[in-house]
């Protein structure tokens, strides 16, 4: 094409990794998914003699930082295979066209050096339900995507075995016809790490880095509940460059735990300078936060109650840690939850007298659980077991949802979640007028 723009040459990264299922951990289930793969694109002729169809792809879904791309070089290690590596949003161009012809360049390199994979990353970008949006489709998507079904359609896996391997945190948002058999018909999903898997990803990234004798993995993988792979790898490196900083010889706990609440919480900012006054205000908040959540079933565990400022915001915070494998959340944990965030602003007018701006955060995170248990979870008389908002975004935080209601309903929504947190308020201000003794001793702590 003019300029190569047409070409996908320049764009195919062709290696082979060194990359080994050992090195990649935290996601046992995935692993054993994929081994089959690599057992055919090894000895395909065991499969052939049954009859049996290797499927021609594999999708990969789960969030972000989990490891899918890790997995996927890690099939091609295992195998010693070619690895074909291009993100989907490298095939879009300002040209129409372009995507399909680089589409059909990457299959043909790789037909050429079969057995290989090629690896799509973040296959949205181009792999979109062609009837969303109400515009309708993009025609140079829409072209790309069409171009690479029929590729997969029109290769012989028994003759040239080339291997499809994609990725997505998105999967609701694509096409149904890249999901249908003999196309991306395997799911395989890459999830946040448990606690086992925590501790074995800890391990593989310790491995080349000097770590002192003090340091207890269990305890920063109970730290890190919920963070992925790429998060702990953060971590670890984290730690490390706290470490040099310090001219310490070895990465110590205290490194680790700096660089776990680094992570959760933000910088530390030690050029912040609190006044005396709001320090005593968020140390009562703070508190209070500490406090509610020891006395309320089904409320996280307390880690660390902290009035150092960190982040872009934070002037304090308390560090929680929710129960390990839990999948759920019952309606009293929910509203356990709301307690403790309602008890940092709780304690500021119980002990000064006044309230702040510091609970804003927090009136958020509250208001947004509440109205998520009328409309989602059918756990009021409002809607009953009517749901009135679907969530979009599976594996991404904080996705759009859809709201199907009425201003009527949206009315009686509102009265609810505002009378439903006076309730609560109400109880964790009676609580903090009994335990008034307990919180004046953890601030003069």
Known sequence: GILGIGSAKKLINSEKPKVKFDDVAGVEEAKEEVQEIVDYLKSPDKYLRLGAKIPKGILLVGPPGTGKTLLARAVAGEASVPFFSMSASSFIEMFVGVGASRVRDLFENAKKEAPAIVFIDEIDAIGKSRNSGPMGGNDEREQTLNQLLSEMDGFDADKSPVIVIAATNRPEVLDAALLRPGRFDRQVLVDKPDFKGRCDILKVHMKDVKIGKDVNIEDIARLTTGLAGADLENIINEAALLAGRKSKTFVEQADLVEA?????????????????????????????????????????????????????????????????????????????????????????????????TGASNDLERETDIIKAMVSMYGMSDVAGLMVLEKQRATFLNGGQSIKDYSDKMAEKVDEFVKALLHERYTAVLGLLEIYKGAIENMVSA
């Open 260 to 356: 776990v609440e680094r992570s959760i919480a933000g910088l530390e900012k030690k050029s912040r300078r609190v006044n005396p006054k709001e320090k005593k205000i968020v140390t009562y908040h703070e508190s209070g936060h500490a406090l509610i959540a020891e006395l309320t079933k089904g409320a996280k565990r307390v880690t660390k109650v902290s009035v150092v400022p960190r982040g872009l915001a934070a002037l304090g915070y308390t560090l929680n840690t929710p129960e390990e494998n839990k999948f759920m959340m019952q309606k009293h944990e929910l509203l356990a939850e709301v307690d403790v965030l309602l008890a940092g602003r709780a304690a500021e007018e119980v002990f000064i007298k006044e309230i702040s």
